[in-house]
């Protein structure tokens, strides 16, 4: 699938000098960046998928992560709007692994 990213001018110079040096395209370095934050997607995802759009909600919180983006991480952002007890996706997998190492760990001999 191609998309075309739009970057402002520092950033597309910077990508460039970078990929030169690199030996690398610059859809490689785009491609590297982004993989890095897939992660952080699907959080977000989840979190939305779990939280329904309505005034003032928290789907409506969630938007705000990606749409206002700045120097918080979404994971940082999740955390802060997310009501107590919220598990992410990552914390649910590692409960999930910890009750099934638990019940069917074999004892060290």
């Known amino acids: ?3 075309t990213i739009t970057l402002d001018r520092a ?3 910077l990508f460039r000098r970078i990929a030169a040096q690199a030996n ?3 859809d490689d370095i785009g491609n590297r960046l ?11 995802e989840a979190f939305l998928e ?3 759009a309505g ?7 969630g938007l705000n992560l990606i749409q206002s983006y700045g120097p918080e991480s979404i994971m940082d952002g999740i955390a802060r709007v997310a009501p107590a007890g919220y598990a992410t996706l990552a914390a ?3 409960r999930e692994m910890n009750e099934v190492i638990g019940t069917t760990a074999t004892p060290p001999q």
């Open 1 to 3: 699938m191609k998309t």
């Open 11 to 13: 950033t597309a110079e």
């Open 24 to 26: 690398l395209s610059i």
């Open 34 to 44: 982004l993989s890095s934050h897939l992660s952080e997607m699907h959080e977000l």
């Open 50 to 52: 779990e939280n329904p």
């Open 55 to 61: 005034s003032d909600s928290l789907h409506e919180r």
């Open 92 to 94: 649910r997998f590692e």
